[in-house]
C-alpha cells in the first residue's frame, strides 16, 4: 500500500495552461506539504496545510493554489504555467508539526515531473 | 535564521570505502530536529534518520552511522564499507516549528 501517492508522475504541458497535481495519504496523518525540487535538486517548502489549514504560504506566486478537500489530500493547482515551475514537484505528510505529539517525520511521495513547454 | 549547508558537492568513492557526508546548520531555536534523506536516481526520497536536539547521542544503523555535535552544529552522515547501492544524492534539513529546510544534497558515487 502506498502512503504518500501523487498523480499525475509525469505531467508535460504547453505555457500559458492550467494543470492540478493531487496527493493522497493512507498515514493518517494531520499534516501535509508541498515542496519543489528544481533542476538543480535544491528543495524548497511551498505550502504546508496542518488539519485542513494553511500554515505556511513560503513567497509562492498567487498562480499555484493549494486546495485541501480533507486531512488525507492536499491537491495542488497552477495556472498560466510559465517555463520556470518546470521542476519536480514532491507532496509529503507527517504525524504533527515539530513539537507536537507524533511529531514531524515526513515521507514523501514519488513526485511529480513538471515540464512546461 | 535557518540554514543548512552541505559544503560536499560530489564525493566519489570505490566500493567498501568508508565515507563521510558532512551537514552543518544554523538554528537560533534551542529546541529543533536534524534529519536525513536519500534520493537514489529513481527519484523518491527516503527517510533515513530524525534526530531531536536534547539527543546527542550518537546513532548506528547497520552500515550507516551519524553523529551530533551541538558544539559544531553539525550532524554528520558516515557510510561504511559503502556499495554501489549507496550511489543517491543525501540532503540533510533541519526543522524548528512548521517546515523542512533542506541543505543542497551531496551527490555520492559508489563505484564497483
Known amino acids: 500500500d502506498t502512503a504518500v501517492s501523487q498523480t499525475p508522475k509525469y505531467l508535460v504541458t504547453q505555457m500559458g495552461n492550467d494543470k492540478s497535481i493531487k496527493c493522497e495519504q493512507n498515514?493518517?496523518?494531520?499534516?501535509m506539504y508541498w515542496y519543489k525540487q528544481d533542476s538543480k535538486k535544491f528543495l524548497k517548502i511551498m505550502f504546508s496545510?496542518?488539519?485542513?489549514?494553511?500554515?505556511i504560504n513560503e513567497t509562492v506566486p498567487n498562480r499555484f493554489s493549494p486546495k485541501s478537500p480533507d486531512k488525507a489530500h492536499l491537491n495542488l493547482h497552477i495556472n498560466s504555467l510559465e517555463l520556470g515551475d518546470s521542476a519536480v514537484y514532491f507532496c509529503?505528510?507527517?504525524?504533527?508539526?515539530?513539537?507536537?505529539?507524533?511529531?514531524?517525520?515526513?515521507?514523501f511521495g514519488p513526485g511529480t515531473r513538471l515540464t512546461v513547454l | 535564521a535557518q540554514k543548512v549547508t552541505q559544503a560536499q558537492t560530489e564525493i566519489s568513492v570505490v566500493e567498501k570505502e568508508d565515507v563521510t557526508l558532512d551537514c552543518v546548520y544554523e538554528?537560533?531555536?534551542?529546541?529543533?530536529?536534524l534529519f536525513w534523506y536519500k534520493q537514489p536516481p529513481s527519484g523518491e526520497l527516503v527517510f533515513l534518520i530524525r534526530?531531536?536536539?536534547?539527543?546527542?547521542q550518537n546513532e548506528i544503523s547497520g552500515r550507516y552511522s551519524w553523529n551530533f555535535q551541538k558544539s559544531t552544529s553539525s550532524f554528520n552522515f558516515t557510510i561504511t564499507a559503502s556499495q554501489v547501492v549507496d550511489s543517491a544524492v543525501y540532503f540533510c534539513?533541519?526543522?524548528?516549528?512548521?517546515?523542512?529546510?533542506f541543505g543542497t544534497g551531496t551527490r555520492l558515487q559508489v563505484f564497483p
Open positions: 509529503a505528510s507527517s504525524p504533527g508539526l515539530a513539537g507536537q505529539e507524533g511529531g514531524n517525520e515526513q515521507f
Open positions: 498515514l493518517g496523518h494531520d499534516t
Open positions: 496545510y496542518n488539519n485542513k489549514e494553511l500554515i
Open positions: 538554528t537560533r531555536d534551542t529546541t529543533y530536529y
Open positions: 534526530r531531536n536536539s536534547f539527543d546527542e
Open positions: 534539513a533541519l526543522d524548528n516549528t512548521d517546515k523542512l529546510i
